[in-house]
Structure formats: C-alpha cells, structure tokens
C-alpha cells in the first residue's frame, strides 16, 4: 500500500542497471513550470508485487539481509559502520 512504513537501506524496487540507485520513496515529485503538456500523467508505477520468504532469500546478496515480521518481509542493505 502506498502508506506502509520505510527505513533507510530498504530494497523497495528493481534497477535495470548494475549497482544501486538510491531514492527517496517518502518524498513527492517536484512540480515545476518547464514540463511537456501530460509528462506527469504519462508516469506508470507497477504496483508492489507481494513477495514471499523463498523469494526474498533467493534474491538478496552478500551485503543484504531479509527482515521478516507478523506483518511483512522486508528486503535491506546492511548499513556500514
């Protein structure tokens, strides 16, 4: 859903180039006045896909770990220390 809680590191989506893309999920898209006519409504989000343990194991990496609670599986980058 669109109000679920995110935390710093969360995996939340798939990038189609190598390495990771950092974003900020929370924050709303900036309007400003230099735009093409409809460029807003042409954005498509896919909505989350559900995912489940096996998955979430199978797709993490070294560097990452899978949080799993009574009300969601989580995927994360371990944070440096």
């Known amino acids: 859903a669109s109000r679920d809680q995110v935390y710093e590191n969360q995996i939340v989506g798939i990038h189609q180039r190598a ?18 006519a409809g ?10 896909t559900p995912i489940t343990l096996e998955e979430a194991v199978e ?11 009574p009300a969601a599986i989580r995927m994360g980058k371990v944070g440096k220390k």
């Open 19 to 36: 390495g990771d893309l950092k974003v900020n999920v929370c924050r709303q898209k900036q309007l400003t006045n230099m735009r093409s």
């Open 39 to 48: 460029a807003d409504e042409k954005t498509n989000l896919s909505p989350p």
């Open 59 to 69: 797709y993490i990496e070294d560097s990452e770990f899978v949080e799993v609670t």
